[in-house]
């Protein structure tokens, strides 16, 4: 009798207390060990949580570009959000947060919370360790002679490359950042913007020791003018027009934006303190 009520007892509690699933995308050149620190941090603040981390794109496939990576994650993704019509929270790392705004913005998706961690939401421009690792012969004020082409536009990092030296060309040749950001005037966006508008909460995680994303914060969506001086979000263009709906997001106060100091790139996902104050909140 006594164990028969704990079991109720128990399912009810378990019920209210049944936390949204989770899909975490991963970063560049990741293999899959990086998602285990978070996972298990999750795990131990909300367990049972239904966590899927995306195992696709590992590894040189992170390379491809990434209208092939979105629309291929599309399909895994749109079952899980089927499966779960109360919503699902996306939490995604660097590249990986690029390729979740790429999928908010061509999915009638039912994305509670968006989570973007240490991501270069308004583009790349610095000299890191991966890029000389993988394009050794060139230096940043040159690679976009490369990045700018169509066989530069192969590679995920040449879709979000942006060289605040030459906004002409990147408007002209990048087929990601700049067509979700509607700097090239596509008809997509009306659809674009309903799309991500379905979000409830966007979060911008990001600060000044990451090391990688360059400028930092383009985590936060601010970026070099070109004097390299850093604009931040509520001054950039795609914020002002509304172009993919961030201002109306904020209008609703639904952008939470954390700063943290000391966190290097990769200790974004592992570093608990991030995780308790920055993350677990918007796990509900
Ligand atoms: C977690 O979600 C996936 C995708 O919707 C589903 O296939 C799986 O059965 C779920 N797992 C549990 C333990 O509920
Ligand atoms: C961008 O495209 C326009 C229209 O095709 C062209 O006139 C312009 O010269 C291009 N700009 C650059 C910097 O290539
Ligand atoms: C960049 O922004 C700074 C600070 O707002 C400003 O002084 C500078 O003129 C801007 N540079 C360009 C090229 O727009
Ligand atoms: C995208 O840009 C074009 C041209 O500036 C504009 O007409 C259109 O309304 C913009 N789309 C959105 C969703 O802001």
């Not at 009810?12 to 285990?36: Q, W």
């Not at 421009?125 to 012969?137: E, I, Q, R, V």
């Not at 004097?227 to 961030?246: A, H, K, N, P, T």
Request: hydrophobic residues 35%.
């Amino acid at each position: 009798m006594n164990s028969l009520l704990f079991v109720t007892l128990f399912e009810v509690i378990s019920l209210c207390l049944s936390f949204k699933p989770v899909i975490y995308m991963h970063g560049i050149l990741a293999s899959s060990d990086e998602v285990k620190p978070i996972i298990d941090l999750i795990e131990k603040v909300h367990p049972g949580t239904n966590v899927t981390t995306i195992d696709a794109f590992n590894g040189y496939e992170s390379l491809q570009p990434l209208w092939t990576q979105v629309y291929k994650i599309q399909s895994i993704v749109v079952d899980i959000m089927k499966d779960h019509p109360e919503g699902v929270h996306l939490l995604c790392f660097s590249q990986g947060g690029l390729i979740c705004r790429g999928l908010l913005s061509v999915t009638r998706h039912n994305v509670d919370t968006f989570i973007s961690l240490s991501s270069p939401q308004a583009g790349q421009y610095g000299d890191t360790a991966y890029l000389k690792y993988l394009f050794p012969h060139f230096i940043k004020e040159e690679i976009y002679r490369y990045f700018y082409t169509s066989y530069g536009q192969h590679w995920s990092v040449g879709n979000y490359w942006h060289d605040p030296h030459h906004e002409e060309l990147y408007r002209n040749e990048s087929v990601f950042l700049a067509l979700l950001d509607n700097d090239t005037n596509s008809e997509h966006n009306i659809e674009y913007k309903e799309n991500f508008l379905q979000l409830k909460n966007l979060v911008l995680i990001g600060g000044p020791h990451d090391q990688v994303i360059t400028p930092w914060q383009s985590s936060q969506f601010g970026f070099f003018n070109g004097s390299e001086d850093i604009v931040e979000m509520r001054q950039q263009r795609f914020y002002l027009q509304d172009s993919f709906g961030l201002r109306t997001l904020d209008k609703r106060k639904a952008i939470h934006i954390y700063t943290i100091p000391d966190i290097e790139h990769v200790m974004w996902y592992r570093d608990p303190k991030v995780f308790h104050c920055c993350v677990k909140p918007w796990l509900t």
